[in-house]
């Protein structure tokens, strides 16, 4: 990964540390990925009583807490807003972005679905834009080949990055989704709720699809003859457009400059973070 500079010296040196705490929050997306770091550097020499907790309240919960001074880091799916950043400045709060990796948002299905072989970026948008609520219910009504069934969907809450990265690029305006579908900034639930109805979608990140590939399958996006599945080397290419998006982590530069061991962590991750990320199943920063 990129080294980074913070105006301050990272120490290349393990240090002991007595019961100190890092806190993170934020995106579920990005916690694989931090929640992978934070196990491996406990495990490093003099690292074994740092207490490390990795939350999931989403993008925007996340970057709550973390403009109120209640966080050392907050990870996030989508790069900070305006308001965000004005919270922060006016709480006193300075920061450093750092882009940890990329993600293929997977739209799923359950795998006993049968009849769902690819969707359009189209079809996508008539199934979520705020005209959809309590009007689109069937899939018959998204193309005419579809069975007339029950249309479930589930997905991110609205504090989510991925609730806004997907609302920006699918229905094409950031925020502007139906309401009537089951909402979780908790991805694992959404996972659950297709993988138990045949007659379910949901959208989230590609390392929960690839985590649970046996109760659920990826839906390949695009034209029938030109549909691509999510997957690393997709996203890499460039091909899996418009599903492709960055992730970060922000750092309050007091922790960086006051605590030794979010100084540590850091360097932690500047180090270690690019295989840690491609091993949780995402993709790395070239």
Known sequence: MRNFVFGVCLMTAASSYANEIIEIDGSSTVYPIMEAVAEEFSLADGNEMVH?????????GGFKRFCRGELDIANASRPIKQE???ACAEAGIE??????????????VSTENTFVNYLTVDELKRMWETSAQQKITSWKQIRDEFPDVPLKLAGPGTDSGTFDYWTEVIVGEAKASRADYQASEDDNITVRFVSRDKYALGYLGLAYYLENQGAVRAVPIGSREEAVVPSVKTAKDGTY??????????????SIRDRK??????????????ELVE???FIGVD
């Open 241 to 254: 457009t418009p599903l492709t998006r960055p992730l970060y982590i922000y750092v309050e530069k007091s």
């Open 279 to 281: 091993e949780v199943g």
């Open 261 to 274: 061991v979010v100084r540590d962590f850091i360097e932690f991750v500047d180090v270690h973070g690019q």
């Open 84 to 86: 965000e950043i004005e």
């Open 95 to 108: 920061f450093q972005e750092i882009l940890i990796g990329f993600d293929a948002l997977s739209v799923i």
């Open 52 to 60: 490390v907790t990795v939350g999931v309240s989403g993008t925007g």
